[in-house]
């Protein structure tokens, strides 16, 4: 059975239902909002939905598709679980397990301005895995920041009918475009909201509340030598460290358009 909840829903174009500033920071790795995001949405869904949570099931929380570098929605996913198992002990029951599905991603376009077609067709290039054995019967939840043509989770889907897999499918987004006459690319219009140039980046990675993600290092990695420079300059040593090693995790050195920045980080 498949279930789908989202928080807010996108109706006007010129009218958010959260601050765009704040989801912008978020989706450029600044952890506070994940958790304020994620304390939202929980509440949110467990209002409609906490008979479902309490029915017994085995539960088990995924967060977006990833390799090595977490998405932004895999820290909206953490903070998530911590509230569902707050509120699992709470009322006597099993604490829910966490699983993930692995994806090599095999491109550097941002899909954020893409119809479902088009971005269907650029992650169909992927590889993923999921351990079909760990999440078998269970009551499977899986948290995504924003929904906008519903190319991921028809990917999950294929994934999911691909593997064999049985069980109760929940998806659930912060966010979700319900009018279809908006263009997709107003995902994009909310991404970069408060991200214009290399200093709103290199502001955003001094933060305390800040992690890298899988966003903001590929937008590093694509930025030309002068910004590049500028934003090394502008960032500690141990920032430039957890940069590079991010980077190689995921075999961006491998990536022709990533390949000048990783060395320069290498030997800087």
Not at 87 to 109: G, P
Not at 125 to 138: A, M
Not at 154 to 171: E, S
Request: aromatic share 16%.
């Amino acid at each position: 059975m498949n279930r789908s909840y989202s928080l807010h829903k996108i109706v006007e174009e010129q009218v958010s239902p959260f601050k765009k500033e704040e989801y912008s920071w978020f989706k450029f790795g600044d952890k506070f909002y994940a958790e304020k995001f994620a304390t939202q949405l929980f509440d949110g869904f467990i209002e409609q939905h906490r008979d479902l949570i309490l029915s017994g099931q085995e539960i088990v929380i995924l967060p977006s598709p990833y390799l090595s570098i977490p998405t932004a929605s895999n820290f909206l996913c953490h903070f998530f679980k911590m509230k569902l198992n707050n509120f699992l002990f709470n009322n006597n029951q099993k604490a829910c397990a966490e699983s993930k599905i692995y994806r090599n991603q095999t491109y550097v376009t941002d899909y954020g301005n893409l119809g479902f077609e088009e971005r269907v067709q650029l992650i169909s290039n992927d590889t993923y895995y999921i351990d079909r054995n760990f999440i078998e019967g269970k009551l499977c939840i899986f948290v995504d920041d924003i929904k906008i043509t519903g190319s991921h989770e028809h990917t999950v889907n294929k994934i999911l009918n691909q593997y064999q897999v049985n069980g109760d499918f929940v998806f659930i987004y912060y966010a979700e475009l319900i009018n279809k006459s908006i263009h997709p690319k107003v995902e994009n219009f909310y991404n970069y909201y408060a991200v214009k140039d290399v200093t709103d980046i290199a502001n955003i990675i001094n933060r305390e509340s800040f992690q890298f993600n899988t966003r903001i290092v590929k937008y590093i990695l694509s930025f030309n030598e002068e910004q590049f420079h500028y934003l090394l300059n502008n960032i500690s040593d141990e920032k430039r460290i957890d940069l590079f090693h991010l980077a190689i995790s995921n075999n961006y050195h491998q990536i022709t358009d990533y390949q000048n920045n990783i060395n320069t980080i290498k030997t800087a």
